[in-house]
């Protein structure tokens, strides 16, 4: 079993930036992915970026690129999500997830594990 555990949310104006910050531990794969989805009140779950086990690949929704920006610390199992320039339409919960992958993917179903969920809200 993998634990995720997030961290990171809250309330900001729109403009405004959140970095988000997700730590995995237990079982954990020597090839992995990690990702970020979000969930807003009567919406699907969406997908908004993802990295690989390095680093060194990322992938992002089109709705958030140029804006949010995920990192993996040196630390393998932790990844971030900088959230710059935020807009009322990425209040949600956000999501992050685990999966055994080399490189990252966007649907839910790639993913093993997920946390609980961290509140991001902004307002206008």
């Known amino acids: 079993q993998v634990q995720l555990v997030e961290s990171g949310g809250g309330l900001v104006q729109a403009g405004g930036s959140l970095r988000l910050s997700c730590v995995a531990s237990?079982?954990?794969?020597?090839?992995?992915?990690m990702g970020w989805f979000r969930q807003a009140p009567g919406k699907e779950r969406e997908f908004v970026a993802a990295i690989n086990w390095s680093g060194g690949v990322t992938y992002y929704a089109d709705s958030v690129k140029g804006r949010f920006t995920i990192s993996r610390a040196s630390a393998k199992n932790t990844v971030y999500l900088q959230m710059n320039s935020l807009k009322p339409e990425d209040t949600a919960v956000y999501y992050c997830?685990?999966?055994?992958?080399?490189?990252?993917?966007?649907?839910?179903?790639?993913?093993?594990?997920w946390g609980q969920g961290t509140q991001v809200t902004v307002s206008s």
């Open positions: 237990g079982r954990t794969f020597s090839i992995y992915a």
């Open positions: 997830a685990y999966g055994r992958s080399v490189v990252p993917k966007g649907e839910s179903t790639d993913y093993d594990y």
